[in-house]
């Protein structure tokens, strides 16, 4: 029998446009969607569906947006395929709350609000710190933690073999690259984002978003849900509000996430939300699994008619 995970994007994948067409093709994105207006006091689904994109791209916005569009994406999978059981779970960044709520380990409300305070205190964090990310393509890790410790930045994203983004003070990002380029990097890119995420500089954040899960319920997890911070599944949940906690100060390990999913026998991987970034990580962290998508209409249907084949 196959063994499937559901992935979840992070903050970046974000588009105006996303989940609109889902909205406009089922009630339970409908509804969804709706739900979440309700739960905010304001119109996010008209920040989804039309922009502007620059207050989409707000971190306060972009977080719960692009949660709720891949909790969307996975209610509408469940409808549409009854009998559908997936075994593990994770999700990048932001999108590990995605996951969770996936796993029944919170609820879409409680993940909402959290998902919104977490956005809220990153923008905070970013408006305080002034700092950077940039891509570092075609180095090896020990390579790149060279170049971090040369020019004070820090890995932030392990996402995939021969791509590793750093994160830090803006003013290191132009000399963090350079230094990149001449230990033999392909390229180094840097990135449109508004702060330096997953560093020491978005540690601001972190009483907040403690505060935050401190009133929620965190329930234990139907499925295993594999953690950015340690690369494996969450050990309980009450470890879980800790570590995500941690996370939005440390080194996403996606990576290994998927490694230890595909070494604990998951072949299939579906792609839940909008873009498709976690689709091109796995092609180059693993060709021979089975990859689907659901984002839009399309990739819906032709990810349920796969699951009932």
């Not at 410790?149 to 073999?161: D, E, R």
């Not at 873009?275 to 659901?294: H, K, P, W």
Request: glycine fraction near 10%; hydrophobic fraction near 45%.
């Amino acid at each position: 029998m196959v063994k499937t995970a559901l992935l979840f994007a992070g903050q970046g994948a974000q588009f105006v446009g996303m989940g609109q067409d889902l909205a406009n093709a089922h009630s339970t994105a409908q509804k969804l969607f709706a739900q979440a207006d309700e739960v905010l006091g304001y119109g996010l689904s008209e920040i989804c569906f039309s922009g502007p994109e620059k207050e989409l791209v707000r971190t306060e916005h972009a977080q719960p947006a692009i949660y709720v569009v891949g909790c969307v994406a996975f209610q509408l999978l469940r409808e549409q395929v009854p009998s559908f059981n997936f075994d593990a779970t994770a999700g990048l960044s932001l999108g590990e709350f995605t996951a969770l709520t996936a796993a029944e380990t919170i609820g879409f409300r409680d993940g909402l609000l959290v998902v919104r305070r977490r956005g809220e205190l990153m923008q905070d964090a970013c408006e305080e710190s002034f700092g950077g990310m940039a891509a570092i393509v075609g180095l090896e890790e020990d390579k790149v933690q060279e170049v971090c410790l040369q020019t004070g930045v820090h890995i932030a994203n392990l996402n995939c073999p021969g791509q590793i983004v750093v994160s830090g003070a803006a003013g290191k990002m132009d000399s963090a690259c350079e230094v990149a380029k001449a230990a033999g990097a392909k390229r180094a890119i840097p990135l449109t984002v508004a702060g330096a995420y997953h560093s020491p500089l978005m540690q601001s954040a972190q009483a907040g978003l403690a505060e935050a899960l401190s009133k929620v319920d965190l329930n234990s997890q139907k499925v295993p849900v594999f953690s950015n911070v340690t690369g494996h599944a969450h050990v309980s949940a009450e470890s879980i509000a800790e570590t995500m906690v941690d996370q939005v100060t440390s080194p996403v390990k996606w990576e290994a996430c998927i490694r230890a999913m595909i070494a604990d026998g998951i072949t299939r991987f579906i792609e839940l939300g909008p873009g498709s970034a976690l689709t091109g990580f796995m092609r180059r962290i693993d060709r021979e699994v089975e990859i689907l998508n659901v984002g839009d209409v399309d990739s819906l249907t032709k990810t349920v008619e796969v699951l009932n084949t």
